[in-house]
């Protein structure tokens, strides 16, 4: 068994409408899954495949970090990671600095953020002081290093910029696979 504890507002979204998301996670990972809705606790009991531990408590840790349930069930596909930035570690910064800097990786009307997922195929969500990504390990690279240049005050055009070269070395590094 392990167990670590959800934020009070993700349980509900966590357990989903009459318990379809818990029970949905249950039975694709073969886990026992008990959510205490006061305290947020959560004891994920392994079923006969131990891996299956592994994935139930990444898809709820990623919906804890303010995914869908849709979009953290990429998890289970075998191929996708979940990484948690912590943008206090990260930047060091106070209250008033941490609203700024979600805003430079959000972007206006969300435009960084859907620039981001998109150029590196990686889901991205910002909630409280982190930032999770979802991705292959290589999209999650490229992005991690976007970020780290967001969080380092590099200008948004440098990034974009930093985005295009990568999608670019991608799309080459397909062709040649596909010429040899």
Not at 146 to 155: D, E, F, H, Q, T
Request: hydrophobic share 35%; net charge positive; aromatic share 4%.
């Amino acid at each position: 068994m392990k167990y670590f504890r959800l934020p009070k507002e993700r349980i509900g979204v966590a357990v989903g409408s009459e318990g379809a998301v818990k029970r949905e996670i249950e039975k694709r990972t073969g886990t026992k899954i008990d959510i205490d809705s006061e305290t947020g606790e959560v004891k994920v009991f392994a079923g006969d495949d131990p891996m299956g531990q592994i994935l139930a408590i990444n898809v709820l840790h990623a919906i804890s970090r303010g995914f869908s349930p849709d979009r953290a069930m990429q998890l289970l596909g075998g191929d996708k990671y979940l990484e948690v930035i912590d943008i206090e570690d990260a930047t060091g910064c106070s209250e008033k600095g941490l609203v700024r800097i979600k805003g430079r990786i959000i972007g206006e009307k969300g435009k960084t953020r859907r620039i981001l997922e998109e150029t590196t195929g990686v889901s991205m969500s910002v909630y409280g002081k982190t930032i999770a990504l979802i991705g292959r390990p290589e999209d999650l690279a490229t992005a991690r290093e976007a970020i780290s240049m967001l969080l380092r005050g590099s200008p948004h055009s440098a990034v974009y910029a930093f985005l295009e070269r990568k999608r670019r070395e991608a799309k080459r590094q397909i062709a040649k696979v596909w010429r040899e």
